[in-house]
């Protein structure tokens, strides 16, 4: 199986704060890395696909990059809805794996 | 719009069968692949596996032994059986809808709202 390993696994920031999140994966999966974000209680919400893609509706200050082995997720102006747990994911192969999670809180 | 809606047991007990069912509306259930994915209390996800209404099937290796999904088109849901339950078990289990985009990979979206399993005698 390929390893997903995201740093850090929590992180507090402010209001208007640019947040990098790192996602490195055990073998090289190419582009084929997702990021989702989840908020308490809820089921996990698609933002980023291919690495780079912008899933339809998510706001602009989202971005992803990377490619390989390296992956990034940057929010370039945290919102107060932003504070949530966010995942990679690799589509890479089967079984699908995922990171474990960074939190990012106030 | 496209809806996932899990239904099943909220308590079962040790040794025995698992079995959810994933109501699928807005879409038909044969234009697309699906999915089940489970997170543990400590957050963690982990992908059970896909299934397409033709019978292609793949499920992660770590639960294939116990692992059963099937597709019923006629009343567009999908199903879920993990037997030989443990308390190792006890997750919200998610079904999702796998996205494919040609050299893009494929991603979960819209996941269901998700169903508490708790494995307890």
């Known amino acids: 199986d390929i390893q997903m390993t995201q740093s850090p696994s929590s992180l507090s920031a402010s209001v208007g704060d640019r947040v990098t999140i790192t996602c490195r994966s055990s073998q090289s999966i190419s582009r084929y890395l997702n990021w989702y974000q989840q908020t308490p209680g809820k089921a996990p919400k698609v933002l980023i696909h291919a690495a780079s893609t912008l899933h339809n509706g998510v706001p602009s200050r989202f971005s992803g990059s990377g490619s390989g082995t390296d992956f990034t997720l940057t929010i370039s102006s945290l919102q107060p809805e932003d504070f949530a747990t966010y995942y990679c994911q690799q589509s890479y192969s089967t079984p699908n794996t995922f990171g474990q999670g960074t939190k990012l809180d106030i | 719009q496209v809806r996932l809606q899990e239904s099943g047991p909220g308590l079962v007990k040790p040794s025995e069968t698992l079995s959810l069912t994933c109501s699928v509306s807005g879409v038909s259930i044969t234009d697309y692949y699906w999915s089940w994915i489970r997170q543990f209390p400590g957050k963690g996800l982990e992908w059970i596996g896909y299934?397409?209404?033709?019978?292609?099937?793949s499920y992660n290796p770590s639960l294939r032994s116990r692992v059963t999904m099937s597709v019923d088109t006629s009343k567009s849901q999908f199903s879920l059986n993990l037997t030989s339950v443990t308390p190792a078990d006890t997750a919200v289990y998610y079904c999702?809808?796998?996205?494919?985009?040609?050299?893009?990979?494929?991603?979960?979206?819209?996941w269901g709202q998700g169903t508490l399993v708790t494995v307890s005698s």
């Open positions: 999702a809808r796998i996205t494919l985009e040609v050299g893009g990979g494929d991603w979960f979206d819209p």
């Open positions: 299934i397409y209404y033709s019978g292609s099937i």
